[in-house]
Every structure is written in structure tokens, then in C-alpha cells.
């Protein structure tokens, strides 16, 4: 069965305290793994996508990479206004599949 | 580029009364899906429409849930009758043929008393 899991569930850093949220996944025929941001009462944005084992992506603070079981979403220096939650999905054969998230908190 | 459009954003309602959502997605964009997203957890597929056709409804509750997109650009996705349980917010995303990254309206939060 398709899976998604994602840790921690909550994260709080100190602004500039770099860290790093985990996907794990199981899927048959994955053509594609995709992060989203979403804040509070908005719908999900989409951040990056990613295709195939060894691929990065980055885009301002924030870098994701993928092995074949997992994806990491990197975050260096992190600012407050990078608080919201991040959700992992993955796209197997057939449907999309979303993590539960990991809600980050960055403090000022 | 307007980004997808949902309405309402709010609507509570009783137990048994019906209720409908709005979808419109972005232009040009032929692929729309309806998901639910529950308090905590990730949004959950209901419906994928490619075009004017259904391609994917295996996790849509077809006793009560209901959805159409006709003409392939805006849809409507209907409860009849709510329960307790339907109690969540409907998110409605839009995608180019070809490409699987999904944009996402506002949402709407169901609240059903």
C-alpha cells in the first residue's frame, strides 16, 4: 500500500537555526515527489518538485533532495515568516498522496 | 494570472441539510481535483476530473457526495445529506495537462452542528 510519513509532526527553531523535515515514502511507481508550504486557513503552495533519486531543488531557503525511500526539505537560516506547514506528497501510478506535515515554528 | 477560485469560504449548516461548493481553477489548466482536508492531517483526494471526465472517484463517498464539472472548466461538489462528519475544509487545485504540480484555491471550511 501507498504510504506517506512525514517528521517530525512539529518543529520549533530559533531564527537562523537550520534543520531539516523528513518524508519518508512507499509507493509503486513514483513519478513524482512534490513539497507544498501552507499557512493557516489557505490553501497548499506548491514549492518544488522532484523526479527521480540524486535530484535537488532549491529556492531562496529552503532545498529539497530525494533518495529512493526518502526526501529531505533543508531549511538554512531560517526567518519567522518561514512558519507555516509543510506537506510532502507523492504521485504513484495511479493518485497523489499527502503527508500529514510538519507544522514549523521559527522564533524570532 | 487570477490563481484558482473557491466559494463560499465559510458555510456551517444542520445535520441532513444539503450543501454545494464552487470551483473555478485557473485558465487553461484541463486537470481539477477535490480533496478534503481534515483538522491536522493532509488533504485527501475525492475526485480528479481530466476535462469533463471523472478519471479518478475511488475515494469519493458516492451514498452522499456528488460532484460535476461541466464543460471542463468550473465544478461543483455537493453533500446531500451532510453528517457530523463532513466537517472539514474542501480544497479545490487545478493542474496543466502534462505537468503534476497542483495549485490550490482558498479552500472551504464546512462546519456541520
Known amino acids: 500500500e501507498d504510504q506517506v510519513t512525514q517528521s517530525p509532526e512539529a518543529l520549533r527553531l530559533q531564527e537562523g537555526e537550520s534543520s531539516s523535515l523528513n518524508c519518508s515514502y512507499t509507493v509503486s511507481g513514483l513519478r513524482g515527489l512534490f513539497w507544498y508550504r501552507q499557512d493557516p486557513g489557505k490553501g497548499p503552495e506548491f514549492l518544488f518538485t522532484?523526479?527521480?533519486a540524486g535530484e535537488e531543488k532549491e529556492k531562496e531557503r529552503l532545498k529539497a533532495t530525494l533518495t529512493k525511500k526518502e526526501s529531505f526539505l533543508h531549511i538554512t537560516a531560517p526567518k519567522p515568516e518561514d512558519s507555516a506547514t509543510y506537506l510532502c506528497?507523492?504521485?504513484?501510478?495511479?493518485?497523489?498522496?499527502f503527508g500529514t506535515g510538519t507544522r514549523l515554528k521559527v522564533l524570532a | 494570472e487570477a490563481g484558482v477560485v473557491q466559494s463560499p469560504r465559510y458555510k456551517i449548516i444542520e445535520k441532513k441539510q444539503p450543501v454545494a461548493f464552487w470551483c473555478n481553477p485557473i485558465s487553461g489548466h484541463n486537470t481539477l481535483y477535490w480533496y478534503r482536508q481534515n483538522l491536522g492531517q493532509g488533504p485527501e483526494l475525492l475526485i480528479r476530473y481530466e476535462n469533463e471526465e471523472a478519471v479518478d472517484d475511488s475515494q469519493l463517498p458516492k451514498d452522499r457526495f456528488s460532484a460535476e464539472r461541466l464543460k471542463g472548466v468550473d465544478s461543483t461538489l455537493k453533500i446531500q445529506p451532510a453528517e457530523l462528519g463532513d466537517s472539514a475544509v474542501y480544497l479545490c487545485?487545478?493542474?496543466?495537462?502534462?505537468?503534476?504540480?497542483?495549485?490550490f484555491g482558498p479552500g472551504t471550511r464546512l462546519t456541520v452542528t
Open positions: 506528497a507523492v504521485l504513484g501510478t495511479y493518485k497523489y498522496i
Open positions: 487545485a487545478s493542474s496543466l495537462e502534462g505537468y503534476y504540480e497542483q495549485y
Open positions: 522532484l523526479y527521480s
